[in-house]
Nanobody, 121 residues
């Protein structure tokens, strides 16, 4: 059974940093796209970043967030720097078996339960 478990969320002041982790189990995802999405209250879930052989970012986080993965640990990370109040959301880890990087949530087959990130102003 595939499981994705996120950790690392919390409350930080604007300008602060957090590092999210997502540990996968039940299958090896080294050849899959691993991504982060986020969903703020009252808004749709949106793409944040993804990694396969290269990295991809939403314009809103480019230059501030860094996605990385450790295939030996079946884990993906999201380093978030220079956080802004508008980054406040539940952050979800997701995995897609497709050979390209989807940005729509429907293209991802596996999801974690989410971790809350709150940035205070």
């Amino acid at each position: 059974q595939v499981q994705l478990v996120e950790s690392g969320g919390g409350l930080v002041p604007a300008g602060g940093s957090l590092r999210l982790s997502c540990a996968a189990s039940g299958r090896t995802f080294s050849s899959y796209v691993m991504a982060w999405f986020r969903q703020a209250p009252g808004k749709e879930r949106e793409f944040v970043a993804a990694i396969i052989r290269a990295t991809y970012y939403a314009d809103s986080v480019k230059g501030r967030f860094t996605i990385s993965r450790d295939n030996a640990k079946n884990t993906v990370y999201l380093q978030m720097n220079s956080l802004k109040p508008e980054d406040t959301a539940i952050y979800y880890c997701a995995v897609s078996p497709r050979g390209w990087v989807p940005v729509r949530p429907a293209e991802y087959d596996y999801w974690g339960q989410g971790t809350q990130v709150t940035v205070s102003s």
